[in-house]
């Protein structure tokens, strides 16, 4: 994480402004968690979206953390994407957030690594439906898998302070827009591509360009329904089939057990311009995908992007 509220402690320079550091390195964090007193949530607000300026601290065109770079957006403008929450509390209340601010653990605030500072953003948990506004004042989380880290209050009001993670949705709300508009917006697909370098066998595929970093794409839409949201890894997306094929046919042979998982080709696009996305899943919950990446990670596929339907 890039933030001096986060693991590891100490400050970061990157063209731009100050942020502060954080990593997602496990023998470097402390323990952190909820507070030791009990909090009344119902005392706490969402935050109200309000027009604000960009702020002058932490809004880099592009920063580096854990030698990957990271592309800020230009605006927040559609941005839906859906991914694993993750949350912060005692071991940063009242240390600086990226944007300059002192963290609050009962603020309705959160982190992300590439919205603009601030952005407005409604977050609902998939799994119960529970929804809060928070406003982003912060970078990270920087560890594989993770889309948001929120406060302490936010988390607990979407019900994931004990399970430490959850599935969710984030969707930046425009405060000069009418709520009842943005919340009929539907929520677009994207074409996703995974910046993944060619393992040994298949060298010689032809993938798809990368999608140029300085604006990460949004997530898929849900499916419809009331069925439990699945997880996959995308590992690949190719303008021709034979090539995620025989990516997939790569893969089996050396996914071999207790690792091994259901491979499918997803087909989207159009007949005249196709895309074929090799996604790994549905996996059996965070830590199912958190085992997953590692064990992808030295097969030199770069790392893979989490889908959630």
Not at 231 to 251: C, D, K, P, Y
Not at 284 to 289: C, F, L, T
């Amino acid at each position: 994480m890039l933030r001096a509220l986060c693991r590891p402690a100490g400050l970061l320079l990157v063209a731009g402004g100050l942020l502060s550091g954080c990593g997602s390195l496990p023998e470097r964090q402390a323990a952190d968690g909820p507070p030791a007193r009990s909090v009344d949530l119902s005392r706490i607000p969402d935050a109200v979206p309000r027009p604000e300026p960009r702020s002058k601290y932490g809004n880099p065109p592009s920063y580096v953390v854990n030698g990957r770079r990271y592309y800020v957006l230009p605006d927040s403008k559609g941005y839906v994407e859906r991914g694993i929450a993750s949350w912060y509390g005692t071991k940063f209340h009242g240390r600086r957030a990226a944007i300059g601010e002192p963290y609050d653990m009962f603020s309705m605030s959160a982190a992300h690594k590439t919205l603009p500072l601030p952005t407005y953003v409604e977050v609902t948990n998939l799994e119960n439906g529970r929804k809060v506004i928070v406003r982003v004042n912060d970078r990270g989380p920087f560890k594989a898998n993770r889309l948001i880290d929120l406060s302490y209050a936010a988390a607990a009001k979407l019900g994931i302070v004990e399970s430490g993670t959850g599935l969710v949705e984030v969707r930046a709300l425009d405060p000069q827009a009418p709520r009842q508009k943005q919340d009929s917006a539907p929520s677009t697909e994207s074409g996703i591509q995974v910046n993944a370098q060619p393992p040994p066998e298949p060298a010689h595929l032809q993938k798809l360009p990368p999608p140029g970093a300085a604006r990460p794409p949004n997530q898929a839409a849900a499916a419809t329904g009331n069925s439990p949201p699945r997880i996959f890894l995308q590992v690949g997306a190719f303008s021709e089939r034979r090539n995620a094929e025989r990516l997939s046919r790569w893969l089996l042979k050396r996914l071999q057990e207790p690792h091994r998982a259901r491979i499918r080709i997803v087909h989207h696009g159009s007949a005249a311009a196709p895309l074929y996305r090799v996604h790994i899943g549905p996996l059996d919950g965070v830590e199912a995908a958190d085992r997953m990446t590692r064990t992808l990670e030295p097969l030199g596929l770069g790392e893979p992007h989490l889908v959630i339907q």
